[in-house]
């Protein structure tokens, strides 16, 4: 049987351990959603061109 110090020390061990973990997943959340983010940004821009794109060939085609 082990010394409560010695009890107390590997609790606080395990506390760090499951908080490196929490932050670690957090840590790749917020990657993910950074990934996200830039998708969104550059897929708004090619909707924009692409509208820009239609908007020129019916212009060129006579159309408004």
Request: hydrophobic share 50%; charged share 30%; proline share 0%.
């Amino acid at each position: 049987m082990s010394d409560f110090f010695t009890t107390a020390m590997e609790m606080q061990r395990e506390i760090l351990r499951a908080q490196k973990a929490q932050l670690d997943a957090a840590e790749k959340m917020l990657d993910g959603a950074k990934q996200l983010t830039d998708l969104q940004e550059v897929s708004q821009k090619a909707v924009e061109a692409n509208m820009a794109a239609w908007k020129q060939w019916a212009k060129l085609w006579g159309w408004k």
